[in-house]
């Protein structure tokens, strides 16, 4: 069973950098897809959660939202345990919960950006709170 727990949230001043990092234990090889997600904190269950960035476990493919694209880097460690969310040049609207979460069957990993696909996606973390002050 996979289980993922995210860190690295905090407070910055727009222009900022954070690095978040989403930890996987378990059988995390059997991820095809992973990806991170954010909330506004102002909203309730998963009431407009988005998918912002997203990785191919197997070729390293990449995929990003529009909002973030050329600000935020998705990347895993050689030995896919752990997967960062580099943000830069941090907004005011880049604010909210972020997720990590797997996607364990064989789907197209850019469908995990914009409105999350929740029954390709198996497992997610607890999240970890992002506060970007203008």
């Known amino acids: 069973q996979v289980q993922l727990v995210e860190s690295g949230g905090g407070s910055v001043q727009a222009g900022g950098s954070l690095r978040l990092s989403c930890a996987a234990s378990?059988?995390?090889?059997?991820?095809?897809?992973m990806g991170w997600f954010r909330q506004p904190i102002t909203t309730k269950g998963r009431e407009g959660r988005e998918?912002?960035?997203?990785?191919?476990?197997?070729?390293?493919?990449?995929h990003y939202a529009d909002s973030v694209k050329g600000r935020f880097t998705i990347s895993q460690d050689s030995a896919k345990n752990t997967t960062f969310l580099q943000m830069s040049s941090l907004k005011p609207e880049d604010s909210g919960m972020y997720y990590c979460?797997?996607?364990?069957?064989?789907?197209?990993?850019?469908?995990?950006?914009?409105?999350?696909?929740?029954?390709?996606?198996?497992?997610w973390g607890q999240g970890t709170l992002v506060t970007v002050s203008s």
């Open positions: 979460a797997a996607s364990l069957r064989k789907v197209r990993c850019q469908d995990l950006i914009g409105d999350p696909p929740y029954k390709y996606l198996e497992v």
């Open positions: 998918g912002v960035a997203a990785i191919t476990t197997g070729d390293g493919d990449t």
């Open positions: 378990g059988d995390i090889a059997s991820a095809h897809c």
